[in-house]
């Protein structure tokens, strides 16, 4: 009679596997039967008879299935690689939009003022004594003539001139003119209006100028002259705005003088003679 059969179960190393479950082997009992042999028919004999002995089946003990673990190694299989040639590339010129242009580092940088960039690759400076009024230009016909001059810019070859003292050329002037009565420009490119008291600016003016000597002027743009002495004297210095008579303890032999009395002198106002205090009298 064999006994049962005990599994063990089997353990797995890292490769994940389930268990492996043996069934029991079941060894059936051996019955012997002991064998009568047969007489032998060629002459008598005395045969014993044969004795089986039973046959004992002892039990099987299965052990447990051992799975050794398994380790996965990665494979590599060697590959002839051939080297990577990097082809140079040559980039494209950068193109600036108009108004900008390219340094030699290759950036795009305002035109600035006083030039102009056309294409968006180089700048151009304005023709002499002009300017511009933006710091991205496009054209020459942006630039015009700075203040104190005056001229038309159409191209390349033109130019700006210079104003003359009196005249008056703002910025952008195409034609020089006068500086208008009533005012003065002073380096032909300012306009300001002449209001010192006595002035006097009738046109042309680059400064501002007092009513000259022999004149009264009742504006800064009008002017009379003084008469000449005849009766009576009148004084017209510089800044005179209007006509007075000689004053009083002075004489004055032209409008434009006027000189003070002595003190034995007798100057009443419109004097132009020198006259002596009268006898009985004290001047």
């Known amino acids: 009679t064999c006994g049962p059969t005990t599994n063990v179960p089997t353990t797995c190393g890292p490769t994940t596997c389930g268990p492996t479950t043996v069934g029991p082997t079941t060894c059936g009992p051996t019955t012997g039967t002991p064998t009568t042999c047969a007489p032998s028919s060629l002459s008598p004999s005395t045969v014993s008879p044969t004795t089986c002995t039973p046959t004992t089946c002892g039990p099987t003990t299965v052990g447990p299935t051992s799975v050794s673990p398994t380790t996965a190694e990665p494979t590599f299989t060697p590959t002839s690689l051939s080297p990577i040639t990097q082809t140079p590339t040559t980039s494209a010129p950068v193109i600036c939009p108009p108004g900008l242009y390219r340094d030699p580092d290759g950036k795009c940088l305002q035109c600035g003022f006083n030039f102009y960039c056309p294409d968006g690759g180089v700048r151009i400076q304005c023709p002499g004594s002009s300017i511009t009024s933006s710091n991205r230009s496009t054209s020459i016909s942006d630039c015009f003539c700075d203040a104190g001059f005056y001229g038309e810019i159409t191209g390349a070859s033109s130019f700006c001139t210079v104003c003359e003292i009196g005249d008056y050329c703002p910025l952008g002037a195409e034609i020089n003119r006068r500086c208008p009565p009533g005012f003065y420009c002073p380096g032909a490119r300012e306009l300001k209006e002449c209001n010192i008291t006595g002035s006097f600016c009738p046109g042309g003016n680059a400064e501002q100028t007092l009513c000259p000597a022999g004149q009264y002027c009742t504006t800064n743009t009008q002017n009379e002259t003084c008469p000449e002495p005849l009766i009576v004297a009148y004084s017209c210095l510089p800044g005179t705005t209007r006509l007075d008579l000689c004053e009083s303890g002075f004489r004055c032999p032209t409008p434009s003088e006027k000189i003070q ?15 002596s205090c009268p006898q009985g009298f004290v001047c």
């Open 261 to 275: 009395c002595l003190e034995n002198e007798f100057c009443p106002p419109g004097t132009f003679l020198n006259v």
